[in-house]
T-cell receptor, first 109, second 111 residues
Framework: RKEVEQDPGPFNVPEGATVAFNCTYSNSASQSFFWYRQDCRKEPKLLMSVYSSGNEDGRFTAQLNRASQYISLLIRDSKLSDSATYLC??????????FGKGTTLSVSS | DAGITQSPRHKVTETGTPVTLRCHQTENHRYMYWYRQDPGHGLRLIHYSYGVKDTDKGEVSDGYSVSRSKTEDFLLTLESATSSQTSVYFCAVSREDTEAFFGQGTRLTVV
């Protein structure tokens, strides 16, 4: 079983929509969590870290639910420039970072 | 910018030849990783290192070896390249329990 699972999508939404992605992880010892963004044929780049209390950065909100072992990313007021693949990561200290396969978002005008 | 350089950025090689990819970092990150990315598979871990001469296998390590003789360099070697190893290879670095930063990737084609 893959340690980190995501719905691959694609999610096709109009500009201005709110969209949410979920990601489940199987290792209960995972301690740190992140969301990355990857544009076509480019390297992944950190979008935001995910904290237990939840955190927000502008239009983006990340949540962590340790009891159910999932993390989420909410994007409000979607922009065309948000079109990308979003990768979640769960990490146990001292081990390698394991990525989900990614969720593809396409925002249209 | 975490000071990560991958070389070469593009390479075409023939089946059966050895290939070495290099990842160089300038900011003294302890952890270094090699991933490959293929359509439908996402990022898959090949090998990673948690210190000089300390390495471990990832989920797709068969056919690959690594070496880390200096903190700043992590080498990935394909002993005898096969067409199934045609892929985009990403190097990443991180500190303990923190986010990872990626190099720009190496596009490898095995013909």
């Amino acid at each position: 079983r893959k340690e980190v699972e995501q719905d691959p999508g694609p999610f096709n939404v109009p500009e201005g929509a709110t969209v949410a992605f979920n990601c489940t992880y199987s290792n209960s010892a995972s301690q740190s969590f992140f969301w990355y963004r990857q544009d076509c044929r480019k390297e992944p780049k950190l979008l935001m870290s995910v904290y237990s209390s939840g955190n927000e950065d502008g239009r983006f909100t990340a949540q962590l639910n340790r009891a159910s072992q999932y993390i989420s990313l909410l994007i409000r007021d979607s922009k065309l420039s948000d079109s990308a693949t979003y990768l979640c990561v769960a990490n146990q200290a001292g081990t390698a970072l394991i990525f989900g396969k990614g969720t593809t978002l396409s925002v249209s005008s | 910018d975490a000071g990560i350089t991958q070389s070469p950025r593009h390479k075409v090689t023939e089946t059966g030849t050895p290939v070495t990819l290099r990842c160089h970092q300038t900011e003294n990150h302890r952890y270094m990783y090699w991933y490959r990315q293929d359509p439908g598979h996402g990022l898959r871990l090949i090998h990673y290192s948690y210190g000089v001469k300390d390495t471990d296998k990832g989920e797709v390590s068969d056919g690959y070896s690594v070496s880390r003789s200096k903190t700043e360099d992590f080498l990935l070697t394909l002993e005898s390249a096969t067409s199934s190893q045609t892929s985009v290879y990403f190097c990443a670095v991180s500190r303990e329990d923190t986010e990872a930063f990626f190099g720009q990737g190496t596009r490898l084609t095995v013909v």
